[in-house]
């Protein structure tokens, strides 16, 4: 009698999806690498890179009466940081229900902010251009852009047009009442008013201005006997002629200098709205010598203009450059060490960088612009940002970085987001995102949509570049972002000031959308699990997730092989409240640290085979340390 062979124990095979990254939505999804998702909406890395649920948003503000268009903050000159929201044709200043109490002493590094979910908004000024605005701080003063407007906010009162009191040149000096004299100072291109100064000696009563066609003598005055100016009131002007006569000469001043002064107004079609039409501005300079540089007029695309030293009321009408060629605007600016980048639409005949630098010549900081790179170019004006020293910019292509060879100082721009440049690119409008900048994260909001770096995980990414870890939320209805006292903004459509939530003022109940439940999910790869050309069976023990404890968390573990279908619910409360916890749920725990759960459901012929791991409940946490898959081998796939 012959004994048969024991039959061969077939052999159990464990795979662990842990070390997670970001999202993966640019690769084919059996080629996403094991530590990342090609599908994980709402989810962010926490403070040790894991994957875990976002927090959701709250109304700070109703609606204010129109789309926003803008965020704005600065600190007032007394020590009171404020935030002022453009919304519509209009622009309100959060101002507080009860008097400010500085502190005693008062201090010059130590302000008292005022936030909107404290404080009411105040109508500061009508007439708002009803697109996006941009602002810059100088001086104690909030300076705005809208493309129309260039508005001052001193943070009382009312906002102001800044031509209204711009700074009045001097643009001659030394003058004989004949004319000629020295050229002091460049006509201002937000101030139609001009000043003339006369060395007057003895003779002629009739002085010649430098300019013919003017509009109105503003006032004329003289230096008296004691040396201080004095208003004249006897002279006629011939406007056309450019010309002022006294009716009585002058005294002669005894110091020999400038005895006439005579302010004159010249207003130049257009010249005003070269500045206020504008709509970006970056500051740039060197030493202490900075300057407000202005673009984004689209009738001047390819121009900038750069004020004063000193003065944002003053733009000098020859301070401006011809950046590249015109049929591709100037977007932004970026800086890198002490060059000035500009960056301008993509354009494949001319270059899309150009390198601005700063240079003394004596007294004088002399501004030059040098070529660039062709071929990247900014597709939108409002994703410029600097995430710590990384530069960035979206493009068409997807987000980019500037780096600098070592070797050559070559500039050149990097893609940076190619994890989800797969998604990123296909957005529609992209001309239309915004971006924002706060802790450590660099949000890209467009349709809805967050697409977010996090400076935390970089990468070398197929391009050989390196590149940012990427996560990406949906819901997220944000026309425009500020980070504000350490917390994220955003603006609606519909008028509304959102504010994202953190579970440690909020509690459990920041994992919601203004009371509205919150989906998310992580997905392991589709993956062949070693071997493309047998089937798999997915074993019941240990199969599951490991999970982050939360005061309340649940989830939902689903199978995809030949189709989605769910396999197990799981609840857990670590802060044991009878009111948090849903019996319906499978299975609870009281745990405070990490809990395996096991899915406890075989899968039996899985060509393929992917876990999906959702949360939809309303102000639950859902965050995971660990999947793991436990499988034998089967059958050769045959068909």
């Known amino acids: 009698m012959f004994k048969s062979d024991p039959p061969t124990e077939e052999k159990t095979y464990a795979k662990s999806y842990r070390d997670f990254k970001g999202v993966d939505l640019t690769s084919a999804i059996t080629e996403v690498d094991d530590s990342r998702s ?44 404020k935030m002022v929201v453009h919304a519509g044709n209009e622009l309100y200043s959060f101002e507080p229900s009860a008097p400010v109490v500085q502190p005693s002493p008062p201090t010059s590094y130590i302000y008292i902010a005022v936030v909107p979910e404290d404080a009411q908004p105040e109508l500061i000024y009508s007439g708002m251009n009803n697109t996006r605005s941009t602002s810059f701080v100088y001086g104690g003063k909030l300076y705005i852009l809208d493309g129309e407007n260039y508005l001052a906010y001193s943070g009382s009162g ?37 000043i003339n100064q006369f060395a007057w000696k003895t003779g002629s009563t009739v002085f010649q201005l430098d300019t013919k066609n003017i509009d109105s003598i503003v006032k004329c005055e003289q230096i008296d006997a ?7 009131t006897g002279y006629t002007a011939d406007l056309v002629a450019g010309r002022v006569t006294f009716s009585a000469a002058p005294p002669v001043a005894s110091t020999g200098d400038d005895n006439v002064r005579i302010t004159f107004s010249k207003r130049v079609s257009g010249y005003a709205e070269r500045v206020k039409n504008c709509t970006i501005n970056t500051f740039y300079g060197i030493g202490s010598d ?28 020859v301070n401006y450059t011809v950046v590249g060629a015109e049929n591709n605007a100037i977007m932004g600016y970026l800086k ?27 007294s004088d900081t002399i501004f030059t612009t040098q070529q660039g790179l062709a071929g990247v170019g900014a597709v939108s004006r409002w994703c410029f940002g600097t995430l710590y020293d990384d530069n960035l910019f979206l493009a068409k292509d997807g987000v980019f970085g500037l780096d600098t060879s070592q ?52 990468n070398v990414n197929p391009s050989k570049s390196f590149g940012y870890e990427w ?20 603006g609606t459509d519909e008028g509304e000031l959102h504010k994202l939530k953190t579970e440690s003022k909020f509690g459990m109940e920041a994992y919601s959308d203004n009371g509205q439940a919150i989906s998310c999910a992580w997905a392991t790869k589709m993956d062949t699990l070693g071997d493309c050309s047998s089937f798999k069976r997915i074993d019941k023990p240990g199969t599951g997730v490991l999970v982050m404890p939360f005061a309340s968390a649940s989830g939902q573990i689903y199978y995809v092989a030949d189709g989605e279908k769910p396999v197990k619910g799981f609840s857990m409360n670590t802060t044991f409240d009878w009111s948090d916890i849903d019996f319906d749920n499978i299975d609870f725990g009281t745990l405070p640290y990490p809990t395996f759960v096991p899915a406890r459901k075989k899968e039996r012929k899985a060509r393929m085979f992917q876990i999906i791991v959702k949360n939809d409940a309303l102000n639950d946490g859902l965050g995971l340390y660990e999947i793991r898959v436990q499988y034998k081998m089967k059958n050769p796939i045959k068909r």
């Open 38 to 81: 090609p599908y994980a909406p709402n989810m962010i890395a926490d403070m040790a890179g894991f994957p875990c649920k976002r927090t959701g948003f709250i109304r700070v503000c109703d609606s204010l009466g129109g789309r926003i268009n803008g965020i704005h903050s600065f600190i007032t000159a007394e020590n009171i940081k």
């Open 158 to 194: 009312s906002a102001a047009q800044v031509e209204a009191s711009a700074y009045v040149p001097t643009t001659r000096i030394a003058m004989q009442p004949a004319g000629g004299g020295t050229e002091h100072e460049p006509v201002n291109l937000l101030q139609p008013k001009r």
């Open 226 to 232: 004691s040396g201080s100016w004095q208003n004249v």
């Open 290 to 317: 900075s300057r407000i540089f202005i673009s984004g007029n689209n009738k001047y695309r390819n121009y900038d203009w750069y004020s004063w030293s000193g003065k944002a009321d003053y733009f000098p009408d």
């Open 336 to 362: 890198q060490y002490d060059s000035l980048m500009i960056i301008k639409q993509a354009n494949d005949q001319d270059a899309s960088i150009f390198k601005r630098s700063a240079t003394l010549n004596g």
């Open 407 to 458: 070797v050559t100082q070559q500039r050149t721009a990097q893609v940076r987001s190619f994890y989800v440049n797969g998604e990123l690119t296909k957005e529609p409008g992209l001309e239309e995102a915004v971006c924002c900048v706060s802790k450590g994260y660099y949000y890209l909001f467009v349709n809805g949509r967050v697409y977010i770096a996090d400076a935390r995980q970089k």
């Open 471 to 490: 996560f990406y939320w949906t819901d997220v209805p944000a026309r425009c972002a500020l980070e504000y006292e350490g917390e994220l903004y955003i």
